[in-house]
């Protein structure tokens, strides 16, 4: 919908269902499955001061295996299943401006409901708060470029965590065909992704962060050179 000079607002939906199941004459079987459900607004307004982006999303996913065979006269039947449903508002401003030096700012609030590895009728449920902002500043000039991250985030699970990401890029062509290139991160990840549970599938489960699972920590450091030489563009560095 266009809604004026410099306004638009745009919806989506996605919906997919994957099945797949098998039996066998002696009774045994296997059946797996995954489905998802995904919806988001987004909003995009711009003035004199600025860009500004408003957006609203809902994400649900679910994914199920069951299996039944006998092993040595008895009947054994096994069944998994994981969920997830999360909601998300967040806004981003990017400021106008004239010079070389500018910045972005922007926040986000998650509420988010775990459902991982539920067998039978076993419930296992948690329920996690996430809220972050991030100012973004930048520089371009005709030598020197640069941008510099800052992203605070307080998760809420069965206890408070706090962590400050931090993003930082440089660029200096120090000769006309020759630049140096460097960058360093620093960032948080609060949910867990588990893979090849002994259980003879391939599937995955998402678990957020607890007080005995804290968050995954990264850091990353790369500088190099960029050398161009007519159309041809030459790189070369180390993380």
């Given at each position: 919908w266009n809604a004026g000079s410099g306004k638009w607002l745009t919806a989506s939906t996605l919906a997919s269902l994957d099945h797949y199941g098998f039996s066998m004459p002696d009774g045994s079987g296997e059946k797996m499955g995954w489905r998802n459900l995904i919806g988001s607004a987004h909003y995009h307004s711009?003035?004199?001061?600025?860009?500004?982006?408003?957006?609203?999303?809902?994400n649900s996913y679910v994914s199920t295996q069951e299996l039944s065979n006998e092993y040595h006269g008895t009947e054994n039947h096994f069944s998994l299943r994981s969920m997830?449903?999360?909601?998300?508002?967040?806004?981003?401003?990017?400021r106008?401006?004239?010079?070389?030096?500018?910045?972005?700012?922007?926040?986000?609030?998650?509420?988010?409901?775990?459902?991982p590895g539920e067998v039978a009728g076993a419930v296992n449920r948690k329920r996690v708060l996430m809220a972050s902002s991030y100012l973004q500043a930048l520089h371009n000039s005709k030598r020197l470029?640069?941008?510099?991250?800052?992203r605070p985030t307080v998760f809420r699970s069965d206890t408070t965590m706090f962590s400050?990401?931090?993003?930082?890029?440089?660029?200096?062509?120090?000769?006309?065909?020759l630049a140096l290139e460097a960058t360093a991160?620093?960032?948080?990840?609060?949910?867990?992704?588990?893979?090849?549970?002994?259980?003879?599938?391939?599937?995955?489960?998402?678990?957020?962060?607890?007080?005995?699972?804290?968050?995954?920590?990264m850091r990353q450091g790369y500088a190099g050179l960029e050398a161009n030489f007519g159309d041809h563009l030459i790189s070369a560095g180390a993380y």
């Open positions: 711009a003035g004199e001061k600025g860009e500004s982006d408003l957006s609203v999303s809902y997830l449903d999360e909601i998300t508002l967040s806004e981003d401003f990017e106008n401006t004239e010079g070389t030096t500018g910045w972005k700012t922007g926040g986000s609030f998650r509420y988010a409901a775990f459902r470029s640069w941008e510099g991250t800052l400050l990401d931090i993003s930082l890029k440089g660029k200096w062509q120090f000769l006309p065909f991160d620093a960032m948080s990840q609060y949910y867990h992704t588990l893979e090849g549970l002994p259980v003879g599938w391939s599937m995955d489960l998402l678990v957020p962060s607890v007080r005995n699972i804290p968050a995954e920590q």
